[in-house]
Nanobody, 128 residues
């Protein structure tokens, strides 16, 4: 069965950096995409970034462009999210997710309902 396990969350001060990891196992498909979402209590889960299964296409929400970088290590079946210049508003539980649906270069937003597999999340807290 497909399993996604996040790690790398923690507490940092504004302006700091963190790198999240998502270890993927049991995903036998060669297409689709991986993504990072985040959620704060009382709000809907929002898409942060996504990467196609072959790594050729990436997507970033406007609020993280220029600060976050998504990448994938296919040899280790691990996805990363390098987060720089963190802001207090980046505080959230971060989830990785996998979908069989290919990521298109024209995508403008990520729909959580399109992702079938989810990790349990890792907390990121940014203090001012």
């Amino acid at each position: 069965r497909v399993q996604l396990v996040e790690s790398g969350g923690g507490s940092v001060q504004a302006g700091g950096s963190l790198r999240l990891s998502c270890k993927v196992s049991g995903y036998t498909y060669t297409t689709g995409c991986l993504a990072w979402f985040r959620q704060v209590p009382g709000k809907e889960r929002e898409g942060v970034s996504a990467i196609s299964w072959n790594g050729g296409i990436t997507h970033y929400a406007d609020f993280v462009k220029g600060r976050f970088t998504i990448s994938r290590d296919s040899d280790n079946n691990t996805m990363y999210l390098q987060m720089n210049s963190l802001k207090p508003e980046d505080t959230a539980m971060y989830y990785c997710a996998a979908s069989h649906i290919p990521l298109l270069a024209s995508v403008t937003s990520l729909g959580a309902h399109l992702f079938r597999y989810w990790g349990r999340g890792t907390q990121v807290t940014v203090s001012s």
